[in-house]
């Protein structure tokens, strides 16, 4: 067994809660730290089976826009390098202080997402939007497939733009981008 592997040392469920075939963690029940190469571990009590203890955890949230501090699901590579589930947090305030730092981390490298303050232009080619913008991270160019999938609402008058990589980039309030780059936005982007 690698450190980069994760293996759980049990199997067996524990309290699924309101959710039938879920394993739902709890402050009382697992123990989140830093193993080998500063990955996520978790080691989660099993009332039946001792302790299970899995490696190389990362979280994803069920619900990114809607309820981004619950619902995070915890999930390690198997053998083969595919995702299996640890558990699911019903909501990440129930944790100490540095579980939620833990978990914190981990959604960050998993939702790193762009902040766009200003829209210098907008093309279309070949179904593909060319974006030229400023973020808060500094000026880029990316490129959008031109379809209503990949502009999502985010709240009343915010935009979730998703580029051909999946990478997303936020506006945060459409009404307060100067009128020049609402409407180079709006001539592409109207629903």
């Known amino acids: ?24 963690l709890r402050p009382e029940t697992c123990k989140m ?25 990362h979280a994803v949230r069920a ?18 390098g595919i995702d299996q589930e640890v558990g699911l947090i019903m909501d990440i305030s ?16 998993q939702y790193f997402e762009y902040s766009i303050t200003r829209i210098y ?13 400023e973020t808060t991270q500094g000026r880029l160019e990316f490129q959008m497939r031109w379809q209503v999938d990949r ?3 985010y709240g009343d008058h915010s935009k979730v733009l998703l580029d051909v990589s999946d990478n997303r980039y936020v506006i945060q309030d459409i009404r307060e981008l100067p009128k020049a780059d609402r409407e180079k936005y709006l001539r592409y982007i109207y629903w």
């Open 1 to 24: 067994m690698t450190a980069s592997i994760a293996e759980p040392i049990s199997t067996q469920s524990l309290d699924a809660g309101p959710f039938s075939g879920v394993r739902v």
């Open 33 to 57: 730290f830093k193993g080998l190469h500063s990955l996520l571990h978790v080691q989660v009590a099993d009332d039946e089976d001792g302790l299970g203890l899995y490696r190389a955890v």
């Open 63 to 80: 619900f990114p826009v809607s309820s981004p501090n619950e619902y995070i699901v915890l999930k390690y590579p198997d053998e083969i």
């Open 94 to 109: 129930e944790f100490p202080a540095a579980a939620q730092e833990l978990i914190h981390e981990s959604l960050m490298a």
């Open 121 to 133: 232009g907008v093309t279309w080619k070949f179904h593909l939007l060319f974006f030229d913008v």
């Open 151 to 153: 502009a999502q609402d």
